[in-house]
């Protein structure tokens, strides 16, 4: 069952900022979410190996070779901050 | 009285995860270049920066290697595996997440035999798995990262293809850690699947230790050492952990504690140092990559890729040893990498004696190629030219030293040693009247020596065969004067 720990703890990891009244909102709906989903496992599911994908293919790769030419101004002058040709972003605490 | 306590002894339980980039052209999951010291954010496309909607496309050759890195780890090739994706925040980190392999990696169970001057010893292999690498921070605003007052960032390495490789905690020396990794890096430079270079960090290394007293099976605290980018600090981190962990547990330094966490090394100080306190693995919250597909290899793509595979460095130390008779030692110096076994097994394939081979290849022709920063592939001389040099000094042909007054000009020009030897009238004079007169010569301009070694001062032969030498201009046979030398005075 889902419960405030758990909200905070996710809300912690996906770096949100909930209130106190934001926290027991979904702490609600998350679990209906989960005891919604829940239904499947009535089903008996025996022998049934684990979906991984939606279609029957593996080994989809490309051959090793360089793509052409880009202009790295196309992405940078997207970056929110930028200084020259590095993207900057704020001061982060040691690794 | 009270008796002293016996002195607990502790041992050190260690796991290493090498972190080894692939030698593609291309990223793991783009077509950006893969290259050291671009300018920054000039490798970069909307896939490795994580722009919505687009979609990464596993490399080919990057896969290749990884198998044959695994085959050559003596690892299972997992038939079903994929990849996951691990999420954490960090700017190094365009998409918030890391493109892994998380409960199926491709390889599991495999092992290396190393040897650090104890005998032969198996370290397990538990792991490998592919998965990208982060982009490179550059703290901007001082030179110390806690000074800093943002943080620029460049992409060029995100996305960059590499397997980890994580060890069984079956290590117990720095010695032994030391001879894992370079074994390691022996492996993948032979298939060429990387090259090996920790300064530019195509090779790394994280190191997990803990202690426990010597006959324990519970094990200690683990400790994780980051940032060690040489065989050097490999030995160091752990030598330096040891002290403190154990300075810890006995009680020698009570401010010490043995927390689970990571610390890095500092190269400066030579001292690791606490990074932050390590989080659970559940708070990375993998799940299986929904843009990329699974692998599956069959047993005859396993059988293709074995089939690729080239003598590993291990068969080559054993076979050295076993049909060539080579110490240890030189077996080890033959095969370190395969460039140099190469050039040796071809001399040894035009008739040069393995032993005497080896000690050329290793002593004055390595000497040649680090003084001429070249490498055996660039050597103009072939493998059947110092097959020829070594031939013509056991024939008597040349001396020793003549062979080595001339070696620099056969590595330059890469002509036939019989020829040169012809070209410069260095024939080593094996005549015995020519040397006999020689001999005669020298005794009868130094009456003195004659005398005083009839005396019984024989020191003096040596003398007169460096004389014979001299006159010889270093041609006559040294033995054969010797001999010479004792029939005309004894
Ligand atoms: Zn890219």
């Known amino acids: 069952m889902i419960d405030h720990t758990t909200v905070q703890k996710v809300a912690r990891l996906a770096r949100l900022q909930l209130t106190a009244s934001e926290e027991t909102l979904f702490t609600v709906q998350l679990g209906d979410i989960l005891a919604y989903i829940d239904q499947l496992s009535e089903l008996d599911t025996t022998g049934v190996q684990p979906t991984t994908r939606a279609v029957e293919l593996s080994n989809v790769t490309r051959p090793d070779v360089r793509r052409p030419p880009l202009d790295p101004e196309q992405l940078l002058s997207q970056a929110p901050q930028r200084e020259e040709a590095f993207y900057r972003v704020p001061r982060i605490s040691e690794p | 009285m009270i008796a002293a306590l016996p002195q607990v002894q502790y041992e050190m339980v260690i796991g290493l995860e090498v972190h080894a980039q692939l030698s593609t052209q291309t990223k793991l999951f783009c077509g950006c270049p893969v290259e050291f010291g671009a300018p920054p954010n000039t490798h970069i496309c909307p896939v490795c920066t994580g722009q919505p909607g687009v979609l990464p496309v596993l490399n080919q050759r990057a896969f290749d290697y990884a198998i044959l890195v695994g085959l050559a780890l003596n690892g299972e090739i997992a038939a079903f595996s994929k990849f996951d994706r691990k999420q954490y925040f960090y700017p190094d980190l365009p998409k918030n997440y890391q493109i892994s392999q998380y409960d199926l990696p491709l390889v599991q169970h495999g ?4 040897d650090a001057g104890e005998g032969p010893l198996r370290i397990g292999i538990t792991r490998l798995h592919m998965e990208e690498d982060a982009g490179k921070l550059v703290h901007a605003g001082a030179d110390r990262l806690s000074g800093s007052t943002y943080t620029l960032v460049d992409y060029n390495r995100a996305g960059t293809p590499l397997v980890e490789i994580v060890s069984e905690p079956d290590i117990r020396t720095a010695a032994q850690a030391v001879a894992y990794v370079q074994e390691i890096r022996r ?12 300064q530019e960090g195509s090779m790394r290394c994280d190191v997990n230790i803990s202690v426990r007293p010597v006959g324990t ?14 065989f050097n600090s490999i030995q160091r981190a752990i030598e330096y952990e040891y002290i403190r962990q154990m300075s810890a547990l006995n009680g020698d330094n009570p401010t010490e504690v043995i927390r689970q966490e990571t610390r890095l090394w500092d190269e400066n100080a030579q001292k690791t140092r606490s990074m932050r306190l ?6 990375y919250r993998y799940f299986p990559e929904p843009d990329l597909l699974p692998l599956e290899v069959t047993p005859d ?3 293709h890729y074995q ?32 460039t140099t076994a190469h050039y040796f097994e071809e001399a040894v394939r035009h008739g040069a004696p393995p032993k005497l081979a080896a000690n050329w290849v290793q002593g004055d022709i390595t000497a040649y190629l680090n003084e001429h920063h070249q490498r055996f592939e660039d050597l103009p001389l072939d493998p059947g030219g110092l097959a020829e040099l070594i031939q013509l000094i056991e024939s008597g042909t040349i001396s020793n030293k003549i062979a080595k007054e001339l070696l620099p000009e056969l590595l330059e020009r890469g ?3 019989k020829a040169l030897v012809v070209e410069r009238g260095l024939t080593q004079i094996s005549d015995h009247q020519q040397l006999i007169e020689a001999l005669q010569q020298v005794l009868a301009e130094s009456p003195q020596q004659v005398a005083q070694y009839r005396e019984g001062k024989r020191k003096l032969a040596g003398y007169f065969v460096g004389q014979a030498m001299k006159k010889t201009q270093g041609r006559a046979d040294p033995q054969l004067l010797n001999q010479l030398l ?3 005075l004894d």
Do not use: H
């Open chain 2, 111 to 114: 092992w290396v035999e190393i």
């Open chain 2, 187 to 198: 492996i993948v430079r032979y298939l060429g699947a990387c090259d090996g270079n920790m």
């Open chain 2, 217 to 230: 099976e519970k094990f200690g605290t683990k400790v994780e050492i980051k940032n060690i980018n040489s």
């Open chain 2, 278 to 283: 390590k989080e659970g693995s559940d708070d």
């Open chain 2, 301 to 303: 793509l396993l059988a």
């Open chain 2, 307 to 338: 089939a690729q595979l080239p003598e590993l460095p291990i068969a080559k130390r054993q076979r050295y040893q076993s049909e060539w008779g080579l110490s240890p030692y030189d077996a080890e110096a033959m095969s370190n990498d395969r």
């Open chain 2, 415 to 417: 002509i036939s040693p």
């Open chain 2, 486 to 488: 004792s029939s005309l």
